[in-house]
């Protein structure tokens, strides 16, 4: 392949992007994403509980298992979705993914966006959609999560909880996930999710997902491309989606180490250490940019070219390589053919890795340096994510949106959070730099056409570039995509009913106003939407003034009662001294007449190597003292005469379209030019032309300006003194070095001359009590010090014809008048620049003509306040258009607007260009409906599986612990197991257990046993099983143990459980689960009845002198009882045992019977004790709590069974036993067969210190002289 030159260039059939959509962080549409962007807004937050629960998986630790060391990134807002809208049955929602449902929200956007709907050009059948969507599908997480109960219930039955018990906690596990059924395949697919889209909006072009991590979005815009050039289509939607912001992805990113300790996305910054991930879907509308131009379709930006490249063979899947990456960027060149010297924004891939950062601009800068003939700091670079976070699969759209609107509006966006640029940014011949503000996008005459370019890569070393150029040098003609300062007016015939409009909430008007109405206007800046504040302070002052004839308010609030009468406008225009850097910011960003004025300015700086843009709104730099340098610079007269100049037409540009029109005009010193273009006298062209030529004409000359004139190394310089005239020039006869330049207020006179005669001055001014200080002015204009400016002036002049003002333009020079004589008029324009300023005269002659309103155009309020102090009391009105670095040039642009519509001219329309001027109508309405269901990023929980799964908390069950099948006293043990059959093991014998405390807290007992009865909790907390005893009637004993005897159980009372027939076959491990049961209950039934004695006795001992209770011989007597039945049972327990221990057992191959089942944990009772505290007393015994001691053996009591079951439960024995088939006997078994097994009670031991008996391993005999050990 030939990366010079392919067969087949995208610059050939250019790509026209005609609509776009998508949803973002803290942006619910287009709109709310670029107003972040031009806000500089961070949208990065902590993790919603709606996502995941931090608390659950955070650690700060990177290496902790499962957990992630973040807990920031970007997250889309919740959206309204009407299933019925898309024809989805809203059950289905819970087994479709949010990837699916919000990719359909955001594409019914794009068509709209585009003019599809209901257009005569679309044709959804040759409509097709490609998206990128990387990774696995939210959905599948909760669907995967349901299939792992196995290995729950697994987990759980090897704790010891029976299978019931295991099942019913899978169940409320499963329960709090998404079902299997028909919906869930497609639901969880990667490719339904445009699968959907054409299915839902009827498109019948392709439909696909790709995959190319995170480059997928720019992949899919290249396959989408492929269809449109090859014909295929006429329509393509492409994109990307991603949600996946769930835990899953987060640990993806985490064990990769790629995610920010600092949770700071910091592209391009010294300080960056990771990224943080976000969630976005975004979609772009794509025609061929010839088809697109036929059928009028709003065009935001043009593709041009496209490369693509893969890494090779490196060490790594995931590092990237800047070779590959630069291979890429030569072929996109190649198929947009042009240079990458011709782009003047950036989007990087930056993701604030610093080893992908600087990667990526080792690459970019390498390619830049080699095109760019040594050129520096041309082109911005920036990086969407540091607002957004890394967005994955729709990454690479976000970008190319970004670019799309940044060329469409003329913007150049801003990157956040950037301090110290890193790698080749810090270098000074870099063509790059971080673009870190707003700032305008003016026409470089160098680059005649904006282009931008975005990169994405992906892991697996998939590398893309997309170059992009505007469609149109103009700026939109039907207003911004972001919001701007907005205007407000009111009017009513009287005051009582403006008034009543505003109490009402009536909308402001845009029209013209009555001269006999009352009205009130205020402008409010682009972050006030409803204008709430300002409107309560008017009504206010309308309540407290209602016959005032005007006032207005310090909040920029204007009222008058009626029109001011004979209202004629006189425009002033500045001059050099009220420049600063980024002047009228806002107003160029915000109001596109002003931007166009500044592109129409620029372009007669071709020959220039610098412009003149990029002095007023140069790149942004992070040393203090290379913005002082910007400063300085600014002030040269090359730079700062056409700056202002510039400002001021377009202020007066957009005035005048909203109908101002003007009396008379006048100029300070440079503003003269300015004034003559406004009254017609100059084109366009000649104006900004003769603006550049003065200001070069004026700089001071260098050593070989002028051949026949030595040169001077003095420029002069200029100060400001309050004093009258008549005084400063009696005092400056004895300086004849130094002259009155301007006179521009009755108490205020500009001198100039030699620097050291100015100085001079100011130290005689000083001593006789006058101020005066130094101006910033690069020479002392108006004085000798130009004389060289009038002859190069001169000459440019003579080319350019000054015609007649439409309106009288009043010359700064005393007796000079301007006329229909073009020659004249240049002369008198040649000659002003050695002539004084006489700007007092020219306002007072404005005045003498009627002019009662003056409008200054340019930048700061110098003439404003020069005219309130010529003009004094006079009933005037002063609007300026500017309020200078400090307010908010779009702002007071406005507001002037709004005054002048105040005083009552016929200014309509102010609004013109604020998108909420030209909202969609109806869209708001259409998206409503009578069906909602609140969707986020994360995957949708309906109620109903929230319901069920916090019923499965909260519905009170609690496991059943090892119970047996039944017997509530020992006498029915034996006949218990006897009883076992697998018709009685079933989920009835496994009724979990109800803990049922006392009133006092004290465990009660109930006769019942585990699998029926009742499970207790003691005052600490401590688990005990409610059949432990049996217990006779008497009210609770004083330490709180309740004793009711209608629930004890006759000592010896017989099984009421069916005998085993013969011959019906048994599961052994159904047998062995019954019999460690048995042994279970067996063993907290002795611990129950050791319990209650020796509260007995204690209770004897403690009121032997006192009188007892008549119910405690009886239980005493039943106890002894019980005691003495359970003595006769062990003895023939015993006694079985041995007769099960030397059964012969069938062979192991006996399909009859399955393998041994493996050990199983059991429910040792160790004791346990509390800690002593201090303040506490000290325990009496220990308190027992259950422990799971997976190596104790079971005890097995057993009776004589029939034939049929002998052989499988001796299996059962022996299995559990460890002298089963496979296992070798016990080294400690005697040699007549295997001693029966018991489970170990603690040894005898002192109140003091309890001595601890091992639990033996399952495969030997434990023996009770084991050594103490306590447990862990």
Excluded at 456 to 475: D, I, P, Q, Y
Aim: charged fraction near 20%; aromatic fraction near 6%.
């Amino acid at each position: 392949m030939r990366e010079s030159g392919p067969p087949r260039r995208l610059a050939d059939t250019p790509i026209a992007i005609v609509g776009m959509a998508g949803l973002f962080p803290h942006a619910r549409d287009v709109r709310e994403f670029w107003q972040n962007i031009v806000d500089a807004r961070d949208c990065i937050e902590d993790i919603p509980a709606s996502r995941w629960n931090i608390d659950d998986y955070y650690d700060a630790d990177p290496t902790r298992p499962d957990h992630t060391y973040s807990r920031r990134g970007g997250f889309v807002p919740d959206v309204d979705f009407d299933p019925l809208e898309f024809g989805l049955p809203p059950n289905q929602l819970e087994v479709t993914s949010t990837l699916q449902t919000l990719s359909l929200v955001v594409a019914r956007d794009l068509l709209r966006d585009a003019g599809a709907t209901d257009s005569t050009w679309y044709d959804a059948e040759t409509t097709g959609v490609v998206l990128g969507v990387t990774g696995p599908v939210p959905l599948m997480h909760p669907l995967g999560a349901r299939l792992t109960t196995p290995v729950l219930r697994e987990v759980v039955r090897a704790c010891g909880l029976t299978e019931d018990d295991a099942q019913a906690i899978a169940t409320r596990y499963a329960e709090a996930f998404a079902p299997w059924e028909e919906n869930s395949f497609p639901g969880l697919l990667a490719n339904v999710t445009a699968g959907r889209i054409a299915n839902r909006l009827g498109l019948g072009g392709m439909n696909c997902t790709v995959d190319a991590a995170c480059a997928a979005s720019l992949s899919a815009v290249r396959m989408a491309i492929a269809e449109l050039v090859d014909g295929r289509s006429d329509m393509m939607i492409a994109g990307g989606a991603d949600t996946e912001n769930s835990i899953f992805g987060y640990m993806c990113f985490s064990k990769t180490q790629a995610l920010s300790k600092s949770d700071r996305i910091r592209p391009f910054d010294e300080g960056a250490d990771g990224t943080l991930i976000g969630e976005g879907v975004g979609m772009i509308a794509l025609r061929r940019l010839a088809d697109a131009e036929r059928d009028g379709n709003r065009i935001y930006a043009v593709i041009r070219g496209l490369g693509s490249s893969s890494d090779g063979r490196s060490k790594s899947i995931y590092a990237p390589r800047a070779e590959g990456q630069e291979r890429a960027l030569r072929r996109a060149y190649a198929d947009a053919d042009c240079s990458p010297a011709s782009v003047e924004l950036f989007e990087a891939h930056a993701t604030g890795t610093a080893v992908g950062d600087r990667t990526e601009l080792t690459a970019l800068d390498g390619v830049l340096r080699a095109a760019a003939g040594g050129q520096a700091h041309f082109a911005a670079i920036g990086s969407v994510k540091s607002q957004i976070g890394h967005t994955k699969g729709a990454a690479g759209t976000a970008s190319l949106m970004k670019l799309a609107l940044s060329l469409y509006q003329k913007t150049l966006p801003p990157t956040i959070n950037v301090e110290r640029p890193n790698g080749p940014l810090a270098e000074d011949a870099t063509p790059l730099y971080v673009n870190t503000r707003t700032r305008p996008w003016i026409r470089d005459p160098h680059r005649p056409v904006r282009r931008a370019a975005a990169s994405a890569m992906g892991f697996g070393g998939t590398n893309f570039h997309v170059v992009l150029e505007e469609h149109s040098a103009l700026r939109p003609a039907n207003g911004m995509v972001h919001r701007t300062a907005r205007a407000w007016v009111w009017h009513a015939p009287d005051p009582a009913a403006l008034r009543a409009a505003l109490e009402a909430g009536a909308a402001p008007t845009d029209g013209p106003i009555p001269a006999d109405h009352a009205r009130v206007g205020f402008v409010t800046p682009a972050g006030d939407p409803d204008g709430a504040e300002p409107r309560r302070i008017a009504l206010a002052q309308l309540a407290a003034s209602p016959d005032a004839e005007q006032w207005t308010h310090p909040a920029g609030i204007y009222y008058r009662r009626r029109a001011l009468a004979d209202l004629r406008v006189g425009a002033l225009f500045a001059g050099q001294g009220s420049q600063y850097l980024e002047m009228g910011l806002d107003a160029v960003l915000g109001v596109p007449t002003v931007g166009q004025a500044l592109d129409d300015a620029n372009a007669v700086f071709d020959g220039d190597a610098t412009a003149l843009a990029a002095v007023m709104y140069p790149p942004p730099v992070f040393d203090p003292e290379l913005r002082q340098e910007q400063e300085s610079r600014l002030r040269a007269t090359r730079y700062a005469q056409p700056a202002i100049g510039a400002l001021s037409v377009g202020q007066f540009r957009y005035l005048a379209e909203l109908g101002l029109d003007c009396s008379g005009h006048l100029g300070h010193s440079f503003g003269e030019l300015t004034a003559l273009w406004a009254a017609g006298a100059l084109t366009d062209a000649d104006f900004f032309r003769l603006a550049r030529a003065r200001g070069a004409a004026m700089a001071p000359p260098d050593a070989q300006a002028s051949p026949t004139e030595p040169a001077s190394s003095d420029p002069g310089t200029m100060a400001a003194v309050q004093a009258g005239r008549e005084e400063i020039e009696r005092i400056l006869a004895d300086f004849p070095d130094v002259v009155v330049c301007n006179h521009n207020a009755p108490d205020q006179v500009v001198v100039g001359g030699g620097t050291q005669a100015v100085g001079e001055v100011l130290a005689e001014l000083a001593r006789r009590g006058l101020t005066g200080r130094l101006l910033p002015v690069s020479a002392a204009f108006h004085t000798r010090y130009v004389g060289h400016a009038v002859e190069r002036f001169a000459a440019d002049l003579a080319s350019v014809e000054i015609g007649a003002p439409t309106a009288p333009v009043y010359a700064n020079t005393a007796g000079a008048s301007y006329g229909t004589e073009p020659a004249a008029n240049r002369a008198v324009l040649g000659g002003q620049l050695l002539a004084p300023v006489d700007f007092v005269a020219g306002v007072r002659a404005m005045r003498a003509d009627g002019c009662n309103v003056f409008v200054e155009f340019g930048p700061k309020q110098v003439l404003a306040q020069l005219t309130r102090r010529i003009l004094g009391d006079e009933p005037i009105a002063v609007v300026s258009t500017d309020g200078g670095p400090l307010r908010d040039g779009d702002v007071m642009l406005k507001q002037a607007a709004v005054q002048l519509a105040v005083l009552g001219l016929p200014i309509t329309d102010i609004n013109r260009y604020d998108p909420a001027s030209h909202a969609e109508g109806g869209q708001a309405a259409a998206r409503r409906a009578a069906m909602t269901i609140t969707l986020t990023g994360a995957e949708y929980i309906p109620d109903s599986r929230r319901a069920l799964y916090n019923a499965g908390l909260t519905d009170g069950f609690r496991v059943s612990a090892l119970a047996t099948p039944t017997a509530a006293t020992p006498a029915a043990d034996a006949a218990a197991v006897a009883a076992v059959t697998p018709a009685t093991l079933t989920s009835a014998a496994l009724a979990p257990a109800t803990l049922t405390p006392t009133a006092n807290g004290a465990p009660t007992a109930n006769g019942g046993s585990v699998l029926g009865g009742t499970a207790t909790t003691s005052a600490n907390g401590d688990l005990s099983a409610g059949s432990h005893a049996p217990a006779v009637d008497g009210p609770p004993a004083p330490n709180g143990l309740a004793v009711t005897g209608a629930a004890a159980a006759p000592v010896g009372a017989a099984a009421t459980s069916p005998v085993v027939a013969a011959g019906t076959d048994l599961d052994p491990a159904l047998v062995t689960e019954a019999v460690n049961r048995h042994l279970d209950l067996h063993t907290r039934y002795l611990d129950g009845q050791l319990q209650i004695t020796g509260e007995l006795v204690a209770l004897l001992r403690s009121g032997a002198s006192t009188d007892q209770p008549a119910w405690i011989p009886a239980a005493i007597e039943q106890v002894a009882e019980q005691s003495l039945a359970a003595g006769r049972t062990h003895t023939r327990a015993n006694e079985v045992l041995a007769a099960l221990a030397g059964l012969r057992l069938p062979a192991r191959e006996d399909p009859f019977l399955p393998a041994p089942a493996p050990p199983r944990p059991r429910l040792c009772r160790w004791p346990r004790f509390t800690r002593h505290q201090p303040d506490s007393p000290r325990p009496r015994r220990p308190v027992r709590r259950p422990r799971w001691c997976p190596g104790s053996p079971p005890r097995i009591p057993v009776t004589a069974l029939p034939s049929a079951t002998a052989a499988p439960l001796a299996t059962a024995v022996r299995t559990a036993t460890g002298t089963g088939p496979g296992r070798r006997p016990s080294a400690q078994a005697s040699p007549s067969g295997p001693r029966p097994r018991r489970a170990l009670l603690p040894a005898r031991r002192s109140p003091r210190a309890p001595r601890w008996t091992r639990c033996a391993p399952r495969s030997s005999v434990s023996s009770p002289t084991a050594p103490a050990t306590p447990p862990k």
